[in-house]
């Protein structure tokens, strides 16, 4: 008999293990289903190109097709001059200014005020831009003269007049460059200096 109680206790102690055995089995399966899905979203992301870098000649290469874009959007021409770009920044340009050594002072139409404005323009471009500027400065001139010589008092009431009458300067000074040197460039119109009398 005291076999028969041993036999019990033995087939007791065999039993918890077996129990064990269908939890490690389930924990394995549940383990190996979470590494198969993660082996596949890291596949498919692998794949996909998530993971590479992007070298610095496909940057280089996107900055040349957006300039080319900019240009034949400005009406560039092979000849005309090209952007400057921050050593930093691949993608950002460089931004340089001139400022135009005369005033320009005209009357407002039918007042007897005066306008008198220094002007400066930025350019994303070279210095040809610059050197444009300086070489048709006289053209230039009398076309900013003839666009600031419209403006009447009503105009000048007006919140906004400087940053129109800035958008209509850098108009025609482009407009002035294309006639001369078929590439405008000119980004951006500044005073530095705006007085009424």
């Known amino acids: 008999m005291a076999e028969a109680a041993a036999v019990p206790t033995e087939e007791a102690v065999e039993g918890e293990p077996k129990k064990k055995k269908p939890i490690l089995l389930i924990l394995v399966i549940v383990l190996s289903v979470i ?8 596949g498919t992301l692998y794949f996909s190109g998530y993971f590479e870098h992007k070298s610095e000649a496909a940057a280089h290469e996107k900055v040349d097709e957006l300039e080319k874009e900019a240009e034949n959007a400005h009406g560039a021409t092979p000849e005309g001059p090209s952007k400057v770009k921050k050593e930093a920044e691949a993608t950002r340009f460089e931004n340089t200014y001139l400022e135009i050594d ?50 009447t008092e009503a105009d000048v009431a007006k919140p906004d007049f400087r940053v129109e009458l800035a958008s209509k300067i850098k108009v025609v000074m482009n407009e002035m460059l294309m006639k001369y040197e ?16």
């Not at 405008?184 to 009398?197: A, H, K, L, P």
């Open 182 to 197: 078929d590439f405008g460039g000119i980004e951006d119109v500044f005073f530095t200096s705006f007085v009424m009398q």
């Open 102 to 151: 005369k005033e320009f002072m005209t009357n407002i139409t039918s007042s007897k005020k005066i306008m008198v404005v220094k002007v400066a323009v930025m350019t994303h471009y070279d210095s040809r831009v610059f050197d444009n500027v300086k070489k048709h400065e006289f053209a230039i001139r009398s076309a900013v003269l003839d666009v600031m010589r419209q403006s």
């Open 35 to 42: 590494i198969l899905i993660m082996s596949v979203m890291f």
